[in-house]
């Protein structure tokens, strides 16, 4: 059975740092379009970040470009979200998504992704 599990979220004070990660089991990320989404209460999800097949392309959402870093470390099967300089918006409930078809292709469409995490909560403020 597929699953994305991710961790790190808590608490951070702006302009603070913070990494996440999301583990993959049973499935393999090396052949594998991955990023990340978030949700804010009574928001849209927003595309956060993906990055293609053997680290290729990257893309990040206008709010966060610059500050965050995504990442993959397909050995471990695991990808990481290096959110830096923190701002109270930045709160959210944070999803990690996986996809064959998005391995050569980045997309920032939350349909083109089949496998998601259930989230990690980040909150950002003093």
């Known amino acids: 059975q597929a699953q994305l599990v991710e961790s790190g979220g808590g608490l951070v004070q702006p302009g603070g740092s913070l990494t996440l990660s999301c583990a993959a089991s049973?499935?393999?990320?090396?052949?594998?379009?991955v990023g990340w989404f978030r949700q804010a209460p009574g928001k849209e999800r927003e595309f956060v970040a993906a990055i293609t097949y053997n680290s290729g392309v990257a893309e990040y959402g206008e709010s966060v470009k610059g500050r965050f870093i995504i990442s993959r470390d397909d050995a471990k099967n695991i990808v990481y979200l290096q959110m830096n300089s923190l701002k109270p918006e930045d709160s959210a409930t944070y999803l990690c998504?996986?996809?064959?078809?998005?391995?050569?292709?980045?997309?920032?469409?939350?349909?083109?992704?089949?496998?998601w995490g259930q989230g990690t909560q980040v909150t950002v403020s003093s």
């Open positions: 998504v996986a996809d064959p078809k998005r391995a050569h292709v980045i997309s920032r469409a939350e349909v083109s992704f089949d496998y």
């Open positions: 049973g499935l393999t990320l090396d052949n594998y379009g």
